[in-house]
T-cell receptor, first 117, second 110 residues
C-alpha cells in the first residue's frame, strides 16, 4: 500500500529556534499534501493545503510567515515552524493525496511531536 | 462540508462485533462518507468509504442508511489493536481534503 514518511517523529527544541518537518510520499506522486496539527485529546485541525509548485493555502488563523510550507516536488512537502515558542508544541501530521485522477483516499504520515522548551 | 455527529466513546469486548454510528443529517447528494481511524501517537489511517451502497473491505463494513442521513461502521471481530479514535467524515469528493470532527474513542476489553 501507499506509504507517507514523516520525519522527524519527535523533536525537542529551544524557544526561538526553527524546526523543519519533512513529509514524503514514498511510492506515489502527490500533487496535493495537507498539514494538520493536533493538541492532546483533541481532533486534527487543518493548517494548510500544499500544492506542488505553487504557494500553500492556509486556513483562517494560521500564520503563513510562522508556518512555512514548501512543496517543491511531487513527493516532498516541508513544514518549517519558525521562531518556535512553547505554544507551538503540538503533534503535526501530514497527509498526501495521490495525483492519480481516481484517488479515493488520503494517506497520512505517522506524525511529528514537537516540544518547544 | 456537512457536519457529522458521533458518540464520544464506546466500549467493546475482544472478538465481538462493534457497530460505530455516525449521524450526518445535512449530507448533500455528492458527499462521500469516509471513515478513518487514529491509533495512539499515530497519524490517521483509511478504513473505508462509500457514497450510497454498503461497502465491505478487509478491515470493516460500512452500512449506509437509505436516506444517507446516518451510517454505521462495523468491525466484525474487534481485537485489542482496533482500539483507536474512529472518525466519520463527509467530503465533497473522495480523496479530497478532510475536516475531522471529534470522533469516537473505541476501547476494546480483553
Amino acid at each position: 500500500g501507499a506509504v507517507v514518511s514523516q520525519h522527524p517523529s519527535r523533536v525537542i527544541c529551544k524557544s526561538g529556534t526553527s524546526v523543519k518537518i519533512e513529509c514524503r510520499s514514498l511510492d506515489f506522486q502527490a500533487t496535493t499534501m495537507f498539514w494538520y496539527r493536533q493538541f492532546p485529546k483533541k481532533s486534527l485541525m487543518l493548517m494548510a493545503t500544499s500544492n506542488e509548485g505553487s504557494k500553500a493555502t492556509y486556513e483562517q488563523g494560521v500564520e503563513k510567515d510562522k508556518f512555512l510550507i514548501n512543496h517543491a516536488s511531487l513527493t516532498l512537502s516541508t513544514l518549517t515552524v519558525t521562531s518556535a515558542h512553547p505554544e507551538d508544541s503540538s503533534f503535526y501530521i501530514c497527509s498526501a493525496r495521490p495525483s492519480a485522477r481516481n484517488a479515493e483516499k488520503l494517506f497520512f504520515g505517522s506524525g511529528t511531536q514537537l516540544s518547544v522548551l | 462540508d456537512a457536519k457529522t455527529t458521533q458518540p464520544n466513546s464506546m466500549e467493546s469486548n475482544e472478538e465481538e462485533p462493534v457497530h460505530l454510528p455516525c449521524n450526518h443529517s445535512t449530507i448533500s447528494g455528492t458527499d462521500y462518507i469516509h471513515w478513518y481511524r487514529q491509533l495512539p501517537s499515530q497519524g490517521p489511517e483509511y478504513v473505508i468509504h462509500g457514497l450510497t451502497s454498503n461497502v465491505n473491505n478487509r478491515m470493516a463494513s460500512l452500512a449506509i442508511a437509505e436516506d444517507r442521513k446516518s451510517s454505521t461502521l462495523i468491525l466484525h471481530r474487534a481485537t485489542l489493536r482496533d482500539a483507536a479514535v474512529y472518525y466519520c467524515i463527509l467530503s465533497r469528493n473522495a480523496g479530497n481534503m478532510l475536516t475531522f470532527g471529534g470522533g469516537t474513542r473505541l476501547m476494546v476489553k480483553p
